[in-house]
């Protein structure tokens, strides 16, 4: 072999052995930048502004963001897309926004596209933006609607009027729902743009195969320098718990949520795995719409609180992480009522109510079982399975019925379930997100899939929200509590501590009460 060949033939060896030891993980290697997300159940939407449903904000805190952001673990106010707020009479708000920042389609973000997002939400109706008309109570032209006007002083200032003060207005605003959206993608039509969103967040959408996946990648001209730490992330809809666990331990998975309370240890014990718990604020419960019969009747409400074994529920599905709840929202939350005594598990005294009401030999009904895990349910299906035997102990004869999770909410908040298994894990911390945004009559049809109504208590809870003295809005709700108890519209069953697990190299993952995860800090050692 002459010179020439053989310093070629040793070049190209050289450049093999370069590209082996590169993916071999070398000292010049990348480290892993795609995050796979598994989860229990699809998305039913990515435009947050028209949805309730956590699946769809899990995947949107990354894509979009709000005006005002909440702090890393709690509910406090911290700047978002407007950098400064202020106000001097609780009516007017003046925020200035954060400037030199860009949507993913590379339209401008200014004072005229969050002014544009108000009008596009203050227009529409509760089937449209059931969210906007639960916290805002209603929309343009109906006497609640508690916003006067939204307008621009130039590019970065937006003025906010509203009609009366509202306390919890700046949280309400913070909501993921709140997300300020390009109004370019948007002006389209509302179908189209709930599958192909568009915001300012630190990722950008990229696929959606329904029932399967949605991927989303790092946007380059994000405006926080530095984030996101990762290029890519995939959300993958695995709905069994045991499966999408068998998928973490496998590595097809780096992270995932609707852990298995008695699975903890089995994580705790894997060298390769860490668990992780979200800060509670949630509420699981069974719903009984109340007008359908037999449970428009008050004394049949309060049979089937008698019926259901809590303690029975939470020992067997939430392996010691779950309280028993008693009231509509958890105790973390400022306003709730301790004095409250809760239902003690006693099926005789759940006969004697079920005669009263003209039920002695009880009745048949349907209880619809969610179809997904959710944080404060992590196995519906199971647990219904307590309830039905609970309540063929009182002579009612229950018949688990269940749909897909999109179907399932929808007949639901048409009132079409005798008894719904649903839960909540608040917005915004306050007790109005829970207590007037689930049990209102302003928001029936909307949040409240009970369709209870009360005068007394809806008059409570506007007297609560314009009330700005936090010590007699913490009594006002205490009130409103002991009518809710009383009443009975529903089951409150545990106040849970959500479980995650990830990869042990998986690191900046900080799980947030609110259920809804911001991604940009997460990235791998």
């Known amino acids: 072999m002459n010179k020439r ?72 106010i911290q700047p978002g897309l407007a950098k400064e707020w202020g106000t001097d009479d609780g009516l007017t708000y003046t925020f200035t926004l954060q400037e030199g920042v860009k949507f993913h389609d590379g339209t401008d973000f200014n004072a005229d596209a969050v002014v544009k997002n108000f009008e596009r939400w203050a227009n529409g109706d509760a089937d449209k933006f059931p969210y906007y008309n639960s916290m805002f109570g ?60 568009v915001g300012t967040g630190p990722f950008k959408f990229v696929e959606w195969k329904s029932n399967d996946s949605i991927t989303i990648e790092k946007f380059d001209k994000y405006w926080q320098e530095g984030l996101p730490k990762l290029e890519k992330i995939i959300f993958r809809s695995i709905p069994d718990n045991s499966a999408r666990l068998n998928a973490l331990i496998a ?33 699981g419960y069974l719903g009984l719409t109340v007008t359908r019969p037999p449970f428009d009747k008050k004394e049949v409400r309060q049979a089937m609180n008698h019926a259901i074994d809590k303690k029975t529920i939470i020992e067997s599905f939430f392996e010691g992480r779950a309280n028993a709840a008693k009231n ?39 209880l619809w079982a969610m179809p997904v895990p959710r944080p404060y349910m992590p196995d519906g299906a199971k647990v219904a399975e307590v309830i039905q035997s609970n309540l063929a102990d009182i002579g009612i004869k229950a018949k688990i019925v269940s749909y897909e999770w999109p179907t399932y909410l929808d007949k639901a908040s048409k009132g079409e379930a005798d008894a719904f298994m649903l839960g909540w894990t608040g917005d915004n911390g306050d007790a ?57 519209p529903w089951v409150p069953i545990a106040h849970s501590t959500p479980l995650l697990a990830a990869a042990k190299e998986l690191t900046g993952f900080v799980p947030h009460p609110t259920g809804s995860d911001l991604l940009s800090n997460v990235e791998f050692k």
Request: negative net charge; glycine residues 8%.
């Open 138 to 197: 209603g929309f343009k032209g109906d006497e609640g609607h508690v916003i006067e006007s939204v307008n621009a002083d130039g590019d970065y200032t937006v003025i906010i009027k509203l009609k009366r003060q509202q306390a919890p207005f700046l949280k309400n605003i913070a909501m993921s729902m709140f997300a300020i959206a390009s109004p370019t993608a948007f002006e389209k039509g509302d179908d189209q743009f709930e599958r192909n969103p």
């Open 5 to 76: 060949r053989m310093w070629s033939a040793a070049l190209l060896l050289l450049l093999v052995l370069s590209t082996v030891l590169a993916a071999c993980g070398g000292s010049g290697s990348s480290k892993k930048d795609t995050l796979v997300f598994g989860r229990g159940g699809d998305s039913t939407s990515l435009d947050p502004s028209r949805v309730t449903e956590g699946e769809t904000f899990k995947v949107t805190v990354n894509l979009y963001e709000t005006l005002l952001n909440f702090g890393e673990q709690d509910t406090t």
């Open 251 to 283: 590595g097809e998975i780096d992270l995932a949520d609707g852990i298995n309370p008695s699975d903890g240890e089995k994580i705790e014990s894997n060298a390769k795995l860490q668990l992780i718990e979200r800060p509670s604020m949630n509420v």
């Open 328 to 366: 509509p929202m958890p105790p973390s939350i400022s306003g709730y009522n301790n004095d409250i005594e809760p239902y003690e598990y006693n099926p005789e005294k759940a006969k004697e109510l079920l005669a009263k009401a003209g039920y002695p030999n009880g009745f048949e009904m349907e």
């Open 432 to 488: 109005d997100n829970f207590l007037y945004v689930l049990l209102d009559e302003d928001n029936i049809g909307s949040n409240n899939y009970t369709y209870f109504k009360n005068d007394e208590m809806h008059d409570l809870f506007i007297e609560a929200q314009t009330e700005v003295d936090e010590n007699k809005r913490i009594e006002l709700y205490k009130k409103a509590q002991e009518i809710i108890h009383e009443e009975a």
